[in-house]
């Protein structure tokens, strides 16, 4: 039996990634929504690094927070209490998400002024109000960065990580497809640390392991002549367009799905990995997970650089798959649908963040439509340090041999 994989030394490595940054004083900002304006970023000469739950600092009890605050957000308010947070020149806050990353900022603010918090507001709807509305404030935002820190918006710098980002979610877009169609071609494991390492310190370097990445998946589907339907797959991702295509997926193992939103994927990949070693099913593949720091950061279109910037932002961050922080549960579910419908899934995970309301308000949904293609699903009550290991493995361990069992 292999060694089980450990949670602690993958978030570990994150701050590995980030040092090199740190020990060149380049300026690093904090972001916590998925959906920020890497580019705009760049553009403002910083470097946007996706924070994360320590396993280390369990979020407590903080009374400066309202007791509405999940428990993710309490993890990153007391790492920033212990000092446990990497050195950041600026954090930015989502505005019009959801309350507890509201209340986050806030209180933030409040407790530390010696911080610079930023803030961005995103609407809630995606129509051309919405588009008008937000290409104003990421206007506004910039001119806030400038004012704050004293960084002027570069478009030198603006173009290059428009290519930088652009070929990042075209690689990981491409490994995403090839895993729906062949999971084997690539373990979970190994695409959810390329994508957190790369979001934890996003440069040329995190992309060339991800490319390198893509030139080995791309030898072993070559053989079965399977890459242009990985690229169809891709694009009928990208275009919400899948009901028509006819895909030839491998049907080795139980093929397993995973929902949720601000859920750790490497974290789901311990404990699957680790579930599977005990269940002895090796078979059982992760084929695609829905959550919001893999799918639906990797599904975003890029900005085009033809264009007003801010507009362009706008459209990119308005066209990411939705989160359950926003409008539009019948589009997921019609989405979840037809993912159910193409991709032969045989069971479905469904990840909950402690005391997070989005993602309590789409699960009798989600569970309602698996019910009703007779899908084998299993909840996950999670905590953003992972702490209660031993018990959801546990839960996945009987969940993959009942869903073996039923083959
Ligand atoms: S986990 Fe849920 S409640 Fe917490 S910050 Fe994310 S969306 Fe908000």
Redesign the pocket.
């Known amino acids: 039996m292999s060694a089980s994989l450990s949670y602690d030394t993958l978030v570990a490595e994150r701050h590995q990634y980030l040092q090199p940054l740190i020990a060149a004083e380049n300026p690093i900002i904090g972001y916590i929504y998925p959906h920020a304006p890497l580019e705009l970023f760049f553009a403002h000469q910083l470097i946007p690094t996706l924070l994360w739950a320590e396993p280390k600092v369990p979020g407590a009890y903080e009374a400066s927070l309202q007791t509405f605050c999940?428990s993710?957000?309490r993890n990153l308010f007391s790492q920033r209490a212990k000092n446990h947070l990497p050195t950041l020149t600026a954090i930015v806050f989502p505005g019009g998400?959801?309350d507890?990353?509201q209340n986050l900022g806030d209180i933030w603010q409040a407790r530390f002024p010696e911080d610079t918090v930023l803030r961005l507001t995103y609407p809630v709807a995606r129509d051309e109000t919405a588009l008008t509305y937000f290409t104003e404030e990421i206007q506004n935002f910039s001119k806030y960065i400038e004012v704050s820190l004293g960084h002027k918006f570069s478009m030198k710098k603006y173009n290059e990580a428009v290519a930088l980002l652009a070929e990042f979610r075209a690689a990981t877009q491409f490994i995403t497809a090839a895993r729906i169609i062949q999971p084997e071609c690539l373990p979970y494991t190994e695409h959810t640390k390329l994508i957190r390492q790369f979001l934890t310190a996003p440069g040329p370097q995190a992309l060339q392991l991800i490319e390198q990445t893509v030139i080995q998946v791309q030898s072993a589907l070559r053989n079965e002549q399977l890459i242009p339907s990985v690229e169809a797959l891709r694009y009928g991702i990208l275009q919400n367009n899948l009901a028509d295509l006819s895909i030839p997926l491998s049907k080795q193992g139980p093929r397993i799905m995973v929902v949720g939103?601000?859920i750790d994927p490497e974290g789901i990949a311990v404990l699957f990995e680790n579930a599977k070693t005990s269940a002895d099913i090796e078979s059982a593949e992760i084929v695609l997970d829905l959550l919001s720091f893999t799918y639906r950061t990797v599904f975003t279109s890029s900005p085009s650089l033809q264009g007003n910037p801010f507009h362009e932002l706008a459209q990119s961050i308005l066209s990411a798959p939705a989160e359950?922080?926003q409008e539009g549960l019948p589009n997921r579910l019609q989405f979840l649908q037809h993912v159910f419908d193409q991709f032969a899934i045989d069971g479905l995970i469904i990840c909950e963040?402690s005391?997070?309301?989005?993602?309590q308000f789409e699960v009798p949904d989600m569970l309602k439509l698996a019910g009703k293609k007779k899908m084998l699903t299993v909840r996950l009550p999670l905590d953003p340090e992972f702490s209660d290991q031993a018990r959801i493995e546990g839960r996945l361990q009987s969940f993959l041999e009942t869903l073996s069992a039923r083959r």
Do not use: E, N
Not at 355 to 359: Q, R, T, V
């Open positions: 999940c993710y957000s998400t959801c507890s990353l939103g601000m359950p922080t963040q005391f997070c309301d989005p993602d």
